[in-house]
């Protein structure tokens, strides 16, 4: 195994200082470190970051392969800068069995880009009527800890009592999609004044904000993990204060989208901003900034959506929802955090790695913890050419937008998976 010498790099809080990787750890931090046989790269200027999770990314194998591959996906997750990712179970077929989740985690470990992360369907076939087989898939070689029927919601409440009490013998999450379905039947964006004067069917806020109010207090009455999905409105941002004041086990995630973006974007008619849940008004932007920084919302999680032409290349009404993320994540949250690197490595590894227990993940890098690490240039700057991204879909809203900051290198135990700014194989 190769060793490598990271010469003057910032860390977090501290001072630029040489980092040594040496089998498959962080051997040595310090000044002046010298080791012959390691290979140089010249840190200086750069930003160690723990390698970055992702709590929701869609890898659409199997099934839809033509869109993303976990290979694919996890090539596109080291070039943003990630080592670990937990994949989503809307596949085809679902995730909802030991043996579906288990290939995945297999493909995950053959890639070996990122370390693969598989959540499990809570319904079978993600049709909301009976409970997947959440003990076999948690007992299986994948080790399932997060269930979720993401895509869709788990609208029957008695079905999230019952997944709520399942998990929480092996102090496992249910991840709810928040999305009341009798509220958005038809939906096309955001009901508001945009909705209106587009002429498209609203998904007004309430749908979200009413599960997310059901689920907090289902979670506090059986004494349950809930995590929410790509948090959206500035009305969930106040139940969820309400909720975690109350100690309530919840935690939640916001996707760099619904950061940066709004529903004037729908005013381009591009399907390619067509996501779900939609992007919202500006208040509700401001207000999932001030969360994040605040820790009402907890992490940044993707949504890593790829989609193949045909379903993003299409009329408004008739395409998928959903865009690419795990390329451009940290560029946005750059632009929109600015240099405050101990919140995006919180946002962004830490708390991540801790929500889904990711053991070696989301550590800073230090004497002896494994080599799971990113390596940022924050001065440079890069247009997003579609073409050029390693995910096989093109729908990224950033087309030709110049984005802050360029994954330099990353490093999973130790070996590199990005060197130079391009993936290693
Ligand atoms: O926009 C979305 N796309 N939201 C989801 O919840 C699912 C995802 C997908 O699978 O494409």
């Keep these: 195994m190769t060793a490598y010498l990271i010469k003057n790099v910032s860390l977090v809080g501290a001072a630029p200082t040489d980092l040594l990787i040496r089998d498959g750890v962080v051997a040595e931090a310090g000044a002046g470190l010298t080791a012959p046989d390691a290979t140089v790269i010249d840190g200086a200027g750069l930003v160690a970051l723990p390698g970055l999770v992702d709590l929701h990314t869609h890898l659409r194998e199997p099934g839809r392969e033509d869109a993303e591959t976990v290979e694919s996906g996890s090539r596109a997750a080291a070039l943003g800068g990630y080592t670990a990712v937990c994949a989503m179970a809307n596949t085809s077929p679902v995730a909802d069995t030991a043996g579906v ?7 995950g470990r053959e890639a070996g880009l990122v370390d693969v992360q598989p959540i499990g369907a809570v319904t079978v076939g993600l049709a909301g009527e009976r409970l997947a087989e959440l003990g076999a898939m948690a007992d299986s070689a994948a080790g399932v800890r997060i269930f979720s029927d993401d895509g869709h919601c788990v609208a029957d409440p008695k079905l999230m009592r019952r997944a709520l009490e399942y998990v929480k013998a092996f102090d496992g999450i249910i991840a709810q999609h928040a999305e009341e379905p009798r509220l958005t039947e038809g939906a096309q964006m955001h009901e508001g004044e945009v909705s209106t004067r587009l002429g498209l069917t609203g998904w007004p806020a309430v749908a979200e904000e009413a599960i997310i109010a059901r689920d907090v207090l289902l979670a506090e009455h059986v004494g349950s993990r809930l995590h929410i999905c790509h948090v959206s409105t500035a ?26 973006l709004t529903d004037s974007k729908a005013e381009t008619y591009d399907p390619v901003y067509k996501v779900n849940p ?14 994040l920084a605040e820790g009402v919302v907890d992490i940044i999680a993707t949504d890593h959506a790829p989609h193949a032409v045909e379903d ?10 959903g865009m690419l993320g795990l390329e451009t994540a940290l560029s946005i949250a750059l632009d929109v955090l600015g240099p405050q690197w101990d919140l995006i490595a919180e946002r962004m590894s830490r708390a991540p790695a801790r929500i889904a227990g990711l053991a070696g993940h989301g ?16 001065a440079a700057r890069r247009t997003i050419e579609p073409a050029e991204l390693a995910s096989r879909s093109r729908n990224t809203p950033y087309a030709r937008m110049t984005l802050p900051g360029r994954i330099v290198a990353t490093f999973l135990r130790g070996e590199p998976t990005v060197l130079d700014g391009k993936a290693v194989k």
Excluded: M
């Design 101 to 107: 989740v288990e290939q995945v985690w297999r493909l």
């Design 235 to 260: 009305g969930s941002v106040e139940v969820l204060r309400h909720a975690k004041a109350r100690g309530v086990k919840v935690t939640a995630e916001v996707t760099p989208h619904h950061l940066l």
């Design 278 to 291: 939609p992007l919202r008004t500006a208040t509700d932007v401001a207000a999932l900034r001030a969360a």
């Design 312 to 321: 993003k290349e299409c009329e408004w009404a008739y395409a998928r929802p």
């Design 363 to 378: 550590l800073d890098p230090a004497p002896g913890v494994p080599a799971n690490l990113t390596l940022v240039d924050p």
